[in-house]
């Protein structure tokens, strides 16, 4: 019997929340807008030494307006599009293809049962949201 996306996302949901995975979206397009914004004014107000000046605060500032951003990896996942959505369901159907179940219940059982299958899930679920969504994830509190 094929899982359901939804139920997909809700096993994923239960091994990250397990694993107390957080992710924090790297949003180096807007640091690099204020680093140059800081710098551009710099320069305008105080020449070639202005630009100095301008880009290394521009570039303090826009570190410290991206750092530090976690959120809970359930939330991250239930917040994605369908399409994302419908790409994992298809990883995980890979992984989960050689088991032999009947239900949502018994392979989520099946699953939080299996450190190896746990680690399967997990590497990939990190792959996704690191080269996918471009995160850095972080385990725990």
């Not at 690099?32 to 570039?59: D, K, M, S």
């Not at 298809?90 to 032999?100: E, K, M, P, T």
Request: net charge negative.
């Amino acid at each position: 019997m094929p899982l359901a996306v939804e139920e997909v996302m809700r096993l994923l949901c239960s091994l990250s929340e397990a694993k107390q995975m957080k992710a924090a979206v790297k949003q180096s397009g807007r640091g690099a807008l204020v680093a140059g914004t800081v710098a551009f004014v710099g320069g305008l107000v105080g020449g070639p030494p202005g630009i100095a000046v301008g880009g290394a605060v521009g570039g303090l500032l826009g570190a410290w307006m991206t750092s530090g951003q976690f959120k809970p990896v359930p939330q991250i996942l239930m917040e994605l599009p369908p399409a994302e959505q419908e790409k994992l369901f298809r990883q995980v159907n890979a992984i989960l293809s050689d088991l032999d179940w009947t239900d949502a219940v018994q392979v989520t059982m099946l699953v939080m049962g299996s450190e190896a299958l746990q680690q399967r899930l997990l590497t990939m679920l990190v792959g996704y949201v690191t080269k996918e969504l471009h995160a850095e994830v972080q385990y725990g509190d």
